[in-house]
């Protein structure tokens, strides 16, 4: 890890809320509104990892977007680097934004078609003012770093396959050394075999560069393998957040349990051996979410209280923090209560 | 048509291929010749297309391919003249269009807000009425005369593009790779012009390219019912009216008829080919 020496963590996030408004008629304002994020707080510290997981719809990808303020969150703060961003202006963030980049989901439609590979890989560069020697002389860096052809520069993106142009978006992010990447589900188009590649290559800029992620994913497996700690949302909310450990083997939340149950293991005797958890129904809308805990229509555990009071992120052991009522740590493997 | 849309192919190699098609071949063919006849009409014309230059009203024949129109002149040399009235400013017409109606809609849509609102409402005004009558009040306001054809032409004109590009960039605004330029701190500006702007101009070429026979139709009704070009000039459309009065003698209006007839079509199928050039994914032909 790097020697990051700082004091606070580079990025925090408190009670974000993202509400985007329903269509409306010409004549009539529309009354109904949908809060993707309904009050997010986390912290990415230096050098790490944490993880965003949940079903889609769930608002994983919003978060991501109003952290690196693509979209301007409804309320709420988002600090970078220790600024305020989440009601500035494009203008005052631009020179903040040399330090996080973004790395997007789908390796087609986020390199512009019309563009070499060269200039989608300086633009940021060129976006900052950098002397044309240094931009050179980086983006060949970072090329090579990439595993790509110097020759593929001149090259289109539509000349690439999946895996080349996702490895040309992560260069076009990290050619300014940045200090925070976030990564809006980088290998879930990607073929599996590809996947294990893409991964190796950000560990190692996370090594080298000291990078902190916030990866935003759905492949349970993936994260387990790459995250320091990880978030479980649900519904616009986090329900649960721990490292990963606390995670995958101490899981408090029924949401998270029922999630780690779905995902399968690949040894047919533990597979068969543990419990296994099948979530009823499906999620709630947005723009109507139930009363209480966000999660109760669909709880295995539901009570009365649920849907009267809502459950708060709470703090059980050290940095380990869930939403429920009820939470019950359960190893899921050995079915064993913790 | 066999299924190799993804294969990459460089732009030369598509351009060539889809230039051999008869279609486009007949569209850059009739296109080439008016462009010919445009320029160097004037050396070697036959005769003088104001001039009276025989008896009134000849059946063509192989002094007078086109016969003689009611003064007397040779319609084959005034049709062929025919092309330096209608043809420039049916290019003017489109590249003002153009350019108005992409700069409108290029802000109209990338702004959105009470911006869009205030241009949209303009098209709709202008769209709301039926083109050629917009067009022949404003030019009966105006005076007759080509200039002012023109200018009424280009007032039904550019909404059509307006609403094209806003279309294409309220599309393309929300793509991923616009996300991208955002992230990495790209301004507006920048973001419009190499992000948005490369992509939404494709249809505006195509559309562009097939409306240019479409503009010298127009400008040629209005013509014929009397407001573009003034009598003595030998504008397509008038020569049509004059056709009229004189039924029995066929070939006075023939000449222009099959003029426009030509610059309409084949500048459609070259906008046709156009789009299959610029964009691989329609392939044209069935």
Redesign the interface.
């Known amino acids: 890890m790097a020697a990051q020496v700082m004091g606070g963590p580079l990025v925090q996030v408190r009670d974000l809320v993202k509400t985007f408004a329903g269509r409306g008629t010409v004549l009539r304002k529309s009354k109904s509104q949908v809060q993707a994020v309904a009050g997010v707080s986390f912290d990415v510290l230096a050098g790490e990892t944490l993880s965003i997981v949940g079903e889609s719809g769930c608002g994983k990808s919003t978060t991501a977007?109003c952290v690196?303020r693509?979209l301007k969150p409804t309320s709420g703060s988002v600090v970078l680097f220790g600024t305020e961003i989440s009601q500035s202006s494009?203008e005052t963030?631009?020179p903040l934004?040399?330090q996080f980049?973004?790395v997007?989901?789908?390796p087609y439609?986020?390199?512009?078609?019309?563009?070499t590979v060269e200039e989608i890989i300086s633009?940021?560069l060129i976006?900052?003012g950098f002397p044309a020697l240094e931009i050179k002389e980086r983006v060949l860096a970072v090329v090579q770093q990439m595993h790509l052809h110097k020759s593929d520069l001149t090259r289109f993106p539509?000349?690439f396959s999946g895996g080349q142009r996702q490895r040309i978006?992560i260069a076009?992010a990290v050619v300014m050394q940045p200090k925070f990447v976030v990564l809006d589900e980088p290998v879930s188009a990607l073929d599996v075999s590809i996947q294990a590649d893409i991964i190796q290559m950000l560990e190692g800029l996370q090594e080298s560069l000291g990078l902190a992620f916030l990866m935003i994913a759905h492949d349970l497996s993936v994260v387990r393998h790459v995250s320091d700690r990880v978030a479980v949302m649900y519904l616009g909310k986090i329900v649960e957040i721990g490292t990963n450990k606390q995670i995958y083997e101490q899981s408090s939340h029924p949401y998270t349990q029922a999630l780690l149950a779905a995902a399968p293991i690949p040894d047919p005797r533990v597979e068969r051996a543990r419990q296994r958890i099948i979530l009823k129904g499906d999620v709630p809308s947005p723009a109507n979410p139930p009363s209480g805990c966000r999660f109760r229509t669909r709880c295995f555990k539901v009570q009365d209280i649920c849907s009267q009071v809502e459950p708060l992120l709470i703090d059980p052991g050290v940095g380990h923090q869930v939403a429920c009522h009820f939470p019950e740590e359960i190893n899921l493997i050995t079915k064993r209560r913790v | 048509m066999t299924s190799h849309v993804d294969q990459p192919q460089s732009f030369l190699i598509r351009a060539f291929s889809v230039g051999r098609r008869p279609q486009v071949a007949f569209g850059l063919v009739i296109a080439l010749f008016w462009l010919i006849v445009l320029t160097t009409v004037s050396i070697w014309a036959p005769y003088d297309p104001l001039e009276a230059v025989g008896t009134r009203l000849i059946a063509p024949s192989m002094t007078h391919l086109l016969g003689t129109d009611a003064l007397g002149r040779d319609v084959f040399t005034r049709v062929l003249y025919g092309a330096r009235e209608s043809m420039p400013i049916a290019a003017a017409v489109i590249v003002c269009a153009t350019v108005i109606g992409t700069l409108l809609g290029a802000v109209a849509g990338y702004a959105g807000g009470w911006v869009d609102a205030i241009v949209m409402r303009i098209t709709d005004v202008v769209m709301a009425f039926p083109a050629i009558l917009l067009a022949m009040a404003i030019s009966a306001a105006l005076g007759p005369g080509l200039r002012n054809g023109f200018i009424a032409i280009l007032i039904v004109w550019w909404p059509i593009y307006a609403r094209l590009v806003r279309g294409q960039v309220l599309s393309i605004k929300q793509r991923e790779h616009v996300e991208a330029a955002i992230s990495i701190g790209a301004t507006r500006r920048r973001i419009l012009q190499k992000h948005v702007m490369p992509m939404a101009i494709t249809p505006v070429l195509v559309n562009a390219t097939m409306d240019f026979g479409q503009v010298v139709l127009f400008l040629s009704s209005l013509s014929f019912l009397g407001l573009g070009a003034l009598p003595p000039s030998p504008e397509w459309g008038s020569m049509i009216t004059e056709g009229a009065k004189n039924f029995y003698q066929w070939w006075i209006a023939v000449g222009p008829g099959l003029a426009i007839l030509t610059v309409v079509l084949g500048f459609n199928f070259l906008g046709d080919g156009l789009r299959d050039v610029l964009d691989p994914r329609s392939k044209g032909d069935k």
């Open positions: 977007r690196t693509i494009q963030i631009r934004r040399r980049q973004m997007f989901q789908d439609a986020s390199l512009n078609s019309t563009m633009e940021p976006v900052h539509h000349q978006g076009r």
